[in-house]
């Protein structure tokens, strides 16, 4: 199967039972491209240049000029990646066991592990913002990105400050289980393919995340490799958008949309910059609110009641008692 004369294998995507229809490809001169950002919808941008400097961000090239700091890289024993948040377990101190290991590790080993990496062995995620301790040429490919294009998008969808960039470096195969991020999202594929599927922020009730207090907050209990429907009914009503990302692809990811990723099986290792930032005042409120700001309204009251009843348990059975017979 090739998108663009590029190569990887539908064919080894992993199967869901929901349907999907393609993410917009466009130009990032294509006037409906600027039209959906503001909209906060998802689109491809095919040519933005947005980090063509990047583009000889190999192993070898990483490995030779990022530096000698330690990087921080998840294992795991499945293909999934489901983020978990340390500072939840302690808070509330839930016996909740991680489903992944996150070591420190200098490049030159990580670089090592992944070129003998084989099918089988324990996948791994590195993860790590950008910092000042890249060496020289990685900073000049950094100054080198496409900023006046990237700094007119955050003017004109009055974004907040761009928080991080994130050097994501994945095996084969691996899986981001899906989940929401509170910032907008400019996703560069650098190296390999990704595949995306997004949810709208409208699908929150059919993705039944985790309760905000639990360490995978943001995070859907629904496994897509076995769903289970007696517990998420809605979740068989559930359609997305979805789209693989290949080198020079710049995916908008808008806040609160739900996203499933996956680095293409049986493909190469895979090299990712995203670019958070933070959203800008809302500005003049318009009703009936949109779904991503339904979102932010449940998860203030979960925060609120989490903080008023102390303990985390008493936030169902209250909850309950103020919808059932009532609101249902
Ligand atoms: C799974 C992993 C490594 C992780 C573990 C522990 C804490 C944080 C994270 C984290 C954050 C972002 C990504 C990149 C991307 C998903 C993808 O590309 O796979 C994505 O979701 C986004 O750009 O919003 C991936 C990860
Ligand atoms: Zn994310």
New binding site residues.
């Given amino acids: 199967m090739s998108e663009n004369g590029k190569t990887f294998e539908e064919s080894h995507f992993h199967l869901y039972d929901f349907p999907t229809v393609s993410i917009p490809r466009l130009s990032h001169l294509n006037p409906d491209t600027d039209r959906l950002i503001s909209e906060m919808k998802p689109v491809v941008l095919t040519d933005t240049e947005l980090v063509a400097s990047a583009q000889k961000w190999n192993l070898d090239y990483l490995e030779k000029n990022i530096g000698p700091g330690s990087y ?1 890289v ?1 294992l795991s024993n499945n293909k999934k ?4 948040d340390e500072s939840k377990i302690r808070e509330h101190n839930l016996n909740f066991t991680p489903p ?1 290991e ?1 070591i420190e590790m200098k490049f030159w080993d990580f670089a090592e592990r992944l070129r003998n990496w084989k099918d089988g062995e324990k996948r791994m ?3 790590q913002p950008l910092n000042d301790t890249v060496g020289k040429n990685m900073v000049d490919d950094f100054l080198s990105f496409n900023w006046n294009w990237i700094a007119r998008q955050k003017k004109e969808n009055n974004w907040g400050p761009l928080t991080s960039n ?1 050097l ?1 470096i ?1 095996t084969p195969g ?3 289980p899906v ?1 929401y ?1 509170e ?1 907008e ?1 400019f ?1 560069a594929q650098i190296h390999g393919y ?1 595949r ?1 599927i997004l949810f709208s922020p409208d699908c929150y009730d059919k993705l039944y995340p985790h309760p905000v207090w639990h360490p995978h907050d943001r995070q859907s209990q629904v496994d897509f490799d076995v769903p289970q429907y007696d517990k998420f009914p809605k979740f068989h009503d559930i359609s997305g958008q979805e789209a693989v990302l290949g080198p020079g692809d710049v995916l908008y ?1 808008p806040m609160y949309w739900w ?1 499933h ?3 293409v099986q049986h493909g190469d290792y ?1 090299v ?1 910059l ?1 670019f ?1 930032y933070k959203s800008g005042p809302s500005g003049k409120i318009t009703y009936p609110l949109q779904g991503f700001q339904k979102m932010a309204v449940m998860r203030n009251i979960e925060k609120m009641l989490v903080e008023t009843l102390k303990d985390v348990n008493e936030v169902g059975p209250l909850l309950q008692a103020l919808v059932e017979g009532r609101y249902t």
């Fill in positions: 921080t998840y990646f489901k983020y978990f992944t996150r995620y590195l993860q994130l994501l994945s691996n899986i981001t989940h991020d910032q999202n996703f990704k995306f990811l996203h990723v996956e680095t895979a990712s995203n958070w």
